[in-house]
């Protein structure tokens, strides 16, 4: 006998984050993480701060708190919410009781590079479907399904595409999969959306549909770890039984009820988004370099091809702006820009315009 990890798990690639640090420059643009650039809300840095007169106790295991001000605020049941060290962690309980050994595991061609990870983790085999032209395609999902199949992870609008599918497509998808199967609807960029929920109608009127959620995006929290889940009492309970009681701490809990009860400024972050990645786009779009529409915080930019964009990438490194390969998603020709503030997204373009003349 040897010591040897669970199957699956040596076939786990490392996940590769985006880039923070750049040689030769002590504050470079960080447009590589689709982070907010108006930082968190200044009453969650309030809320956190006060938190540390509570560090000798332990947080609330419910998380009740928490789920109320998420359930005001979006209109759910408070019940069916599970709060996670963000929202991969609650992807991770789906994975860890709902899928195993000669379990598959669907996610789409350039979805999050979490879900293989994950799947392989429970011991199951992730199976990638094609998308069409950089968008879901609910026809290739459903026939990929199999007696196997227990979950399908959905990112929507999708990362790095920024493409999204409307409701009613994820609609026929939920109603068409067999019954034995999670529909997982990865929602960490829906606040950047316009008139999608996210599919919390769509949980409320079905079994088999589990929507996830984070502060890391439009709440500026990514450093704290903060997500949640919405699904069918039944799920939520299941998870409930491997979520270690005191997964979030009272730190996470305050400044996550505080950031999500400052409605003033995730509307504002949401409107210089929305204004900004317009813009980001037209502008990307007049230097011959190519852009699907953006439903997130981020845009794809396509060039001639790979060679192209990394030559864009390191001029951008020498202007000092991170932005993300994303060979890795399958789009070794791209790079994905997050939408930044107005400065930031002002200097960003200059920085290709200029290497766009030089070519
Ligand atoms: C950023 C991101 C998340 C959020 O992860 P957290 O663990 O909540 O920080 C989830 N899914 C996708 C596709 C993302 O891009």
């Given amino acids: 006998?040897?010591?040897?990890?669970?199957?699956?798990?040596?076939?786990?690639?490392?996940?590769v984050g985006g880039q923070s640090r750049l040689e030769g420059h002590a504050d470079p643009l960080k447009?590589?993480?689709?982070?907010?650039?108006?930082?968190?809300?200044?009453?969650?840095?309030?809320?956190?701060?006060?938190?540390?007169?509570?560090?000798?106790?332990?947080?609330?295991?419910?998380?009740?708190?928490?789920?109320?001000?998420?359930?005001e605020i979006h209109g759910l049941d408070a019940e069916r919410i599970v709060c996670g060290v963000g929202s991969d962690e609650v992807l991770q309980f789906l994975a860890q009781c709902y899928a195993g050994p000669g379990d598959e595991v669907i996610h789409t061609e350039h979805g999050f590079a979490m879900y293989p990870i994950l799947a392989r983790a429970a011991g199951a085999t992730p199976v990638e479907v094609r998308e069409r032209d950089r968008v879901v395609d609910v026809d290739a999902i459903l026939a990929a399904c199999t007696d196997r199949t227990r979950l399908i992870y959905l990112t929507n609008p999708g990362n790095p595409t920024g493409t999204m599918i409307p409701l009613s497509e994820v609609e026929r998808l939920a109603g068409a999969i067999p019954d034995h199967v999670i529909l997982v609807l990865d929602g960490a960029y829906?606040?950047?959306?316009?008139?999608?929920?996210?599919?919390?109608?769509?949980?409320?009127?079905?079994?088999?549909?589990?929507?996830?959620r984070t502060f890391s995006k439009i709440h500026g929290l990514g450093g704290l770890r903060i997500g949640w889940g919405y699904g069918p009492r039944a799920i939520i309970d299941v998870l409930n039984r491997v979520r270690q009681p005191f997964n979030l701490s009272n730190s996470q809990l305050a400044a996550a009820e505080a950031a999500i009860r400052d409605t003033g400024f995730t509307a504002h972050c949401q409107s210089e988004n929305a204004r900004l990645r317009v813009w980001l786009r037209d502008e990307i779009l007049a230097l011959g370099i190519g852009c699907d529409e953006s439903?997130?915080?981020?845009?794809?930019?396509?060039?001639?091809?790979?060679?192209?964009?990394?030559?864009?990438?390191?001029?951008?490194?020498?202007?000092?702006?991170?932005?993300?390969?994303?060979?890795?998603?399958?789009?070794?020709?791209?790079?994905?820009?997050t939408v930044g503030d107005e400065a930031g997204c002002a200097r960003v373009i200059e920085a290709i315009s200029r290497f766009k003349a030089a070519a």
Avoid: K, W
């Fill in 190 to 212: 829906v606040e950047f959306t316009e008139g999608y929920d996210g599919g919390a109608s769509l949980v409320e009127s079905r079994e088999n549909v589990v929507m996830t």
């Fill in 295 to 337: 439903h997130a915080n981020y845009v794809l930019a396509r060039f001639a091809d790979e060679a192209e964009a990394m030559a864009c990438d390191a001029a951008l490194r020498e202007a000092g702006i991170l932005v993300r390969r994303v060979g890795g998603y399958g789009f070794p020709e791209a790079l994905r820009i």
């Fill in 31 to 71: 447009l590589s993480s689709n982070e907010n650039p108006y930082g968190p809300s200044p009453r969650a840095m309030a809320a956190l701060e006060r938190s540390a007169a509570m560090l000798h106790r332990y947080p609330s295991t419910d998380h009740a708190e928490l789920r109320a001000a998420i359930a």
């Fill in 1 to 15: 006998m040897s010591i040897t990890p669970q199957p699956g798990i040596m076939d786990i690639a490392l996940y």
